[in-house]
């Protein structure tokens, strides 16, 4: 009787558990314990490939800790070991026992029945020294893990990659533009916790986190950190305002370095100025003075209306526009006399541009100017770019195509003048601007893939290689960039020097000094372009005084790098494996 | 008598089955729970064990992370250049004129080196 009195009283406390009072427990329960527990994704890698093919990384993330205390659980015997907690953190030790409420090497009575549970000590703590600290054993002291951004490469390359902060807002660069691949996606498990661990066995879900993907880029970091340095150079010696160097593949359109003074370094972003973090390559149209040139000379070359021989009289100092306006020159940096089409590059004189573009007329020169890509981006995607200032022709004055033919009356970009010699360099395609070259997954497989890019052909081969032929000459002893000659190799390029606007009128102090160039010649390796623009303290900043230079400087040491041999084929390891571009539209 | 013997003998009989039974489905309910209770034990030790494999899995990925933002620091050119010259290791970028460079044909150039000397070869023997 007592059996059956105790089963039938099992039973009934079992019924009522299990079904009566089962939902009310079971909500009970699940709000005490259940939990969604975030997962943090890591945001995807930002590095190149060096010859070697070896990965070299500009931008990764690693975990960093907040080290915090509850000052409820400080033990008496843990406050000896504060002081050398105080040194692993860096900081005083007063500074470290304030954190804890220590007073007099002794705890406060007050303090076990604080309710502050929570107190931070210090911030961007990394993996290594956390251990230290934890091997203290302190009682009461957390770490909270935290994904930011490191760019060991420091001020490297730092406006292509760009910047994400702090609070993992990605502000421009690649980070920005490419943050749909790079971040990731976070995950989660609902789970149940006790004593702040969560219990495996009633774990009901998991979405694990994305990984972000990571970007290949085409910069070599021997060219940017060449380039850099030259950049730095040109700092010291002549206090520029701004200054930017772009080294490119002319057959591919990659970028194989892009630097911009004044630079920052993306670690302390907050410690510079916000000014140096422009890109100002993409984002400062300038005027681009007789590095233009090469837009008239081609046109006149291009429609037929002048061979290199053709000879001006460049001594004119008026000159009767298409419309029938009579226009004044301005003086060229030498009195010249009669110059032919050859002379006019060679030595860069405006009057002579003037007279091409006479010859072509307003309505084909807009034309020209725009298949070289002025006036359109680059389509450079790492940030806000620039058009620059094309206006139309209906807008034009009677001066204008006298002095666009020299340059003057358009702003361009750096990068817009960069790729328009290398379309003149690659045989007459304008080559849309890239830098990303691969996407990755986790596994370290291609996503996507990108190829050269074809925006349209600018110019005939033929046209291109005749003008490629007058820029050696304006590189060779005797031409305005002279100083660009290497000895065995043919370099071609233009200089320009270009007056700034000051207060509404061009100023005869303040220039903007350019060069534009490729080697060799015959069948380039890379186009490199160099801009200072000088006008901080009137330095003497001129084409072939500043920018020339910084040309043959770079060019010497990047032969060695890319074995570039002086002879007219190809080399066959230098830059080898860049696919040749194929025509896609016009 | 017998009858009666015989009765008591039945009863008792069932009675001992039924107290056979409960005994039996008592150890099979009780060892059917402690079963259970083992399996659950089972799967919570097994589903902790994979979740420290999880967390060392996350340990040892963030560790190679904090590794390889290491190395990338240690080998970026401005800390190499600076141990170059800490060091005195004299290491120095080439200049672009040491390089000599061979515009012509190897092959050919290789070819005609190894005819040369079989050339030079037969003439010694000549002589």
């Given at each position: 009787?007592?059996?059956?009195?105790?089963?039938?009283?099992?039973?009934?406390?079992?019924?009522?558990?299990?079904?009566?009072?089962?939902?009310?427990?079971?909500?009970?329960?699940?709000?005490?314990?259940?939990?969604?527990?975030?997962?943090?994704?890591?945001?995807?890698?930002?590095?190149t490939?060096?010859?070697?093919?070896?990965?070299e990384?500009f931008?990764?993330?690693?975990?960093?800790?907040?080290?915090?205390?509850?000052?409820?659980?400080?033990?008496?015997?843990?406050?000896?070991?504060?002081?050398?907690?105080?040194?692993?953190?860096?900081?005083?030790?007063?500074?470290?026992?304030?954190?804890?409420?220590?007073?007099?090497?002794?705890?406060?009575?007050?303090?076990?029945?604080?309710?502050?549970?929570?107190?931070?000590?210090?911030?961007?703590?990394?993996?290594?020294?956390?251990?230290?600290?934890?091997?203290?054993?302190?009682?009461?002291?957390?770490?909270?893990?935290?994904?930011?951004?490191?760019y060991?490469k420091k001020s490297l390359a730092s406006h292509v990659v760009g910047l994400?902060?702090?609070?993992?807002?990605?502000?421009f660069g690649i980070?920005?533009?490419?943050?749909?691949?790079?971040?990731?996606?976070?995950?989660?498990?609902?789970?149940?916790?006790?004593?702040?661990?969560?219990?495996?066995?009633?774990?009901?879900?998991?979405?694990?986190?994305?990984?972000?993907?990571?970007?290949?880029l085409s910069i070599d970091s021997y060219v940017q950190h060449q380039i850099e340095a030259e950049l730095e150079l040109i700092a010291e010696e002549y206090?520029p305002e701004s200054a930017c160097i772009i080294v490119s593949?002319?057959?591919?359109?990659f970028l194989l370095g892009l630097a911009n003074y004044p630079t920052f370094d993306p670690?302390?972003?907050?410690?510079f100025?916000?000014s140096s973090h422009k890109n100002r390559a993409m984002t400062d149209?300038?005027?681009?003075?007789?590095?233009?040139?090469?837009?008239?000379?081609?046109?006149?070359?291009?429609?037929?209306?002048?061979?290199?021989?053709?000879?001006?009289?460049?001594?004119?100092?008026?000159?009767?526009?298409?419309?029938?306006?009579?226009?004044?020159?301005?003086?060229?940096?030498?009195?010249?006399?009669?110059?032919?089409?050859?002379?006019?590059?060679?030595?860069?004189?405006?009057?002579?541009?003037?007279?091409?573009?006479?010859?072509?007329?307003?309505?084909?020169?807009?034309?020209?100017?725009?298949?070289?890509?002025?006036?359109?981006?680059?389509?450079l995607?790492i940030g806000?770019?620039?058009?620059?200032?094309?206006?139309?022709?209906?807008?034009?004055?009677?001066?204008?195509?006298?002095?666009?033919?020299?340059?003057?009356?358009?702003?361009?970009t750096p990068l817009?003048i960069h790729?328009?010699?290398?379309?003149?360099?690659?045989?007459?395609?304008?080559?849309?601007s890239?830098v990303?070259?691969?996407?990755?997954?986790?596994?370290?497989?291609?996503?996507?893939?990108?190829?050269?890019?074809?925006?349209?052909?600018?110019?005939?081969?033929?046209?291109?290689?005749?003008?490629?032929?007058?820029?050696?000459?304006?590189?060779?002893?005797?031409?305005?960039?002279?100083?660009?000659?290497?000895?065995?190799?043919?370099?071609?390029?233009?200089?320009?020097?270009?007056?700034?606007?000051?207060?509404?009128?061009?100023?005869?102090?303040?220039?903007?000094?350019s060069f534009s160039?490729?080697?060799?010649?015959?069948?380039?390796?890379l186009v490199i372009t160099v801009i200072v623009d000088?006008?901080?303290?009137?330095?003497?900043?001129?084409?072939?005084?500043t920018a020339?230079?910084a040309f043959?400087r770079i060019s010497?040491k990047l032969?060695?790098y890319?074995?570039?041999?002086?002879?007219?084929?190809?080399?066959?390891?230098?830059?080898?494996?860049?696919?040749?571009?194929?025509?896609?539209?016009? | 008598?017998?009858?009666?013997?015989?009765?008591?003998?039945?009863?008792?009989?069932?009675?001992?089955?039924?107290?056979?039974?409960?005994?039996?489905?008592?150890?099979?309910?009780?060892?059917?729970?402690?079963?259970?209770?083992?399996?659950?034990?089972?799967?919570?030790?097994?589903?902790?064990?994979?979740?420290?494999?999880?967390?060392?899995?996350?340990?040892?990925?963030?560790?190679?992370?904090?590794?390889?933002?290491?190395?990338?620091?240690?080998?970026s050119t401005d800390?190499?250049?600076?141990?170059?010259?800490?060091?005195?290791?004299?290491?120095?970028?080439?200049?672009?004129?040491?390089?000599?460079?061979?515009?012509?044909?190897?092959?050919?150039?290789?070819?005609?080196?190894?005819?040369?000397?079989?050339?030079?070869?037969?003439?010694?023997?000549?002589?």
């Amino acid at each position: 009787m007592c059996i059956l009195f105790g089963y039938g009283a099992i039973g009934y406390r079992l019924v009522k558990l299990h079904v009566v009072d089962a939902p009310r427990l079971t909500k009970e329960l699940e709000n005490s314990r259940y939990r969604v527990i975030p997962l943090n994704s890591r945001r995807g890698d930002i590095f190149t490939y060096d010859l070697n093919g070896g990965k070299e990384l500009f931008a990764t993330s690693q975990t960093l800790l907040e080290v915090g205390i509850d000052p409820t659980l400080l033990k008496e015997k843990d406050l000896g070991k504060l002081s050398k907690l105080s040194l692993l953190l860096g900081k005083e030790l007063w500074d470290v026992e304030k954190g804890f409420g220590v007073v007099e090497n002794r705890l406060p009575d007050s303090q076990k029945s604080g309710r502050e549970r929570w107190r931070l000590l210090a911030r961007r703590i990394d993996e290594a020294k956390y251990q230290k600290i934890v091997d203290l054993e302190i009682s009461g002291l957390y770490g909270t893990r935290k994904y930011e951004r490191v760019y060991p490469k420091k001020s490297l390359a730092s406006h292509v990659v760009g910047l994400v902060r702090r609070d993992g807002e990605s502000v421009f660069g690649i980070e920005k533009e490419f943050d749909f691949y790079l971040n990731g996606q976070r995950g989660w498990r609902e789970s149940e916790v006790t004593a702040g661990q969560e219990m495996a066995q009633f774990r009901r879900r998991y979405v694990p986190a994305r990984d972000g993907m990571s970007l290949a880029l085409s910069i070599d970091s021997y060219v940017q950190h060449q380039i850099e340095a030259e950049l730095e150079l040109i700092a010291e010696e002549y206090h520029p305002e701004s200054a930017c160097i772009i080294v490119s593949d002319p057959y591919s359109g990659f970028l194989l370095g892009l630097a911009n003074y004044p630079t920052f370094d993306p670690n302390h972003y907050a410690k510079f100025d916000q000014s140096s973090h422009k890109n100002r390559a993409m984002t400062d149209p300038i005027e681009p003075g007789s590095t233009f040139k090469i837009v008239a000379a081609s046109a006149a070359l291009e429609e037929d209306v002048v061979d290199i021989h053709s000879k001006f009289d460049c001594s004119l100092p008026t000159l009767r526009m298409p419309n029938g306006y009579v226009a004044k020159l301005p003086k060229d940096w030498k009195t010249f006399g009669v110059l032919s089409v050859e002379g006019i590059v060679t030595y860069s004189s405006n009057r002579g541009a003037a007279h091409l573009g006479t010859l072509v007329g307003s309505e084909k020169f807009y034309d020209y100017v725009r298949r070289f890509g002025f006036g359109e981006k680059t389509g450079l995607d790492i940030g806000i770019e620039s058009r620059g200032i094309l206006h139309p022709v209906r807008n034009w004055d009677g001066l204008t195509l006298s002095r666009m033919t020299m340059g003057h009356a358009i702003s361009a970009t750096p990068l817009q003048i960069h790729y328009a010699m290398a379309s003149v360099a690659n045989g007459g395609l304008l080559m849309r601007s890239q830098v990303v070259s691969r996407i990755l997954d986790t596994e370290s497989k291609e996503v996507v893939t990108y190829g050269p890019m074809v925006k349209r052909r600018v110019i005939s081969s033929e046209t291109a290689k005749t003008l490629s032929q007058l820029l050696v000459k304006t590189a060779s002893p005797g031409g305005t960039a002279h100083g660009a000659f290497i000895s065995g190799y043919r370099v071609a390029g233009k200089t320009g020097t270009a007056q700034k606007i000051v207060d509404g009128r061009y100023s005869s102090h303040h220039h903007i000094g350019s060069f534009s160039g490729f080697f060799p010649a015959d069948d380039p390796s890379l186009v490199i372009t160099v801009i200072v623009d000088g006008s901080r303290k009137d330095m003497p900043v001129s084409g072939s005084g500043t920018a020339v230079p910084a040309f043959r400087r770079i060019s010497e040491k990047l032969i060695p790098y890319y074995a570039i041999s002086p002879k007219e084929e190809r080399a066959a390891f230098a830059l080898s494996g860049r696919p040749t571009p194929v025509e896609t539209s016009n | 008598m017998n009858r009666k013997s015989n009765n008591s003998r039945k009863a008792n009989r069932i009675l001992n089955r039924l107290i056979l039974y409960s005994l039996t489905s008592l150890a099979l309910v009780g060892g059917f729970g402690v079963l259970t209770v083992w399996m659950r034990h089972q799967t919570s030790q097994t589903a902790n064990r994979l979740h420290a494999i999880e967390q060392k899995i996350v340990e040892e990925r963030r560790w190679l992370s904090q590794l390889d933002v290491q190395l990338a620091i240690g080998m970026s050119t401005d800390r190499l250049m600076d141990l170059n010259r800490k060091l005195n290791l004299g290491l120095r970028e080439p200049v672009y004129n040491q390089i000599v460079h061979v515009t012509e044909n190897v092959e050919l150039r290789l070819y005609e080196k190894s005819a040369n000397s079989v050339f030079t070869a037969s003439l010694s023997t000549v002589n």
